[in-house]
């Protein structure tokens, strides 16, 4: 994970990463690129997002919730950043960000946690939560993954992700 918070840091310095939400449209633009939402026929129903290098563009699938075309774009964000190809393009279908088959789509998928909901500010937003709900319920995960979920406008399952990650629920299992 590391690996990937040093990319963030090296390859977008001077951009504002602390805000949060994640301003990934801005990002984008930063590196050159412009974000675009395509409306997708019954052929594209499964993409959830296509990097477009020699024309620099980033292509989101309109019909996905907001929370998943924040992660696609950050994915997709994450290839170019990650330098995955230098002409041509990527289409991401669900499927692979879901449940990525090769290198290069997980390593856009943890680029994407990592870019989305930063290691620091995901832990004090996390505390904060603790401190203002009742644990006892039996809804107490639910609630917090959801919650952060929210805050950060990630999709529950990629905030799943990182809470089991720092083990921050393990201590209510006792």
Same mark, same amino acid.
């Given at each position: 994970m590391?690996?990937?918070?040093?990319?963030?840091?090296? %390859?977008?310095?001077?951009i504002?990463?602390?805000v949060? =939400?994640?301003?990934?449209?801005?990002?984008?633009?930063?590196?050159? $690129?412009?974000?675009?939402?395509?409306?997708?026929?019954?052929?594209?129903?499964?993409?959830?997002?296509?990097v477009?290098?020699?024309?620099?563009?980033?292509l989101?699938?309109?019909?996905?919730?907001?929370?998943?075309?924040?992660?696609?774009?950050a994915?997709e964000?994450?290839?170019?950043?990650?330098?995955?190809l230098?002409?041509?393009e990527?289409?991401d279908?669900?499927?692979?960000l879901?449940? =990525?088959? *090769?290198?290069?789509?997980? *390593?856009?998928n943890?680029f994407?946690?990592?870019?989305?909901? =930063?290691?620091?500010?995901?832990?004090?937003?996390?505390?904060?939560i603790?401190?203002?709900?009742?644990?006892? %319920?039996d809804?107490?995960?639910?609630?917090?993954?959801?919650?952060?979920a929210?805050?950060?406008?990630? =999709?529950?399952?990629?905030?799943?992700?990182?809470?089991?990650?720092?083990?921050?629920?393990? $201590?209510?299992?006792?």
């Amino acid at each position: 994970m590391d690996k990937f918070r040093k990319q963030i840091v090296d %390859s977008l310095y001077g951009i504002k990463k602390e805000v949060i =939400p994640v301003q990934l449209v801005s990002i984008a633009k930063e590196l050159g $690129y412009t974000v675009y939402r395509f409306r997708s026929n019954f052929e594209a129903l499964d993409i959830s997002g296509i990097v477009n290098y020699d024309e620099k563009k980033i292509l989101l699938n309109e019909l996905d919730f907001n929370m998943r075309q924040r992660f696609t774009l950050a994915h997709e964000i994450g290839h170019i950043v990650l330098k995955h190809l230098e002409n041509g393009e990527i289409v991401d279908y669900r499927e692979n960000l879901l449940n =990525p088959d *090769d290198e290069k789509e997980h *390593d856009a998928n943890r680029f994407a946690v990592e870019l989305l909901m =930063p290691q620091k500010q995901f832990k004090e937003k996390f505390e904060e939560i603790k401190n203002e709900n009742n644990f006892n %319920s039996d809804d107490y995960k639910v609630i917090t993954v959801s919650r952060l979920a929210s805050y950060f406008i990630t =999709p529950y399952y990629a905030t799943e992700v990182r809470v089991k990650e720092f083990r921050l629920l393990d $201590y209510m299992r006792k």
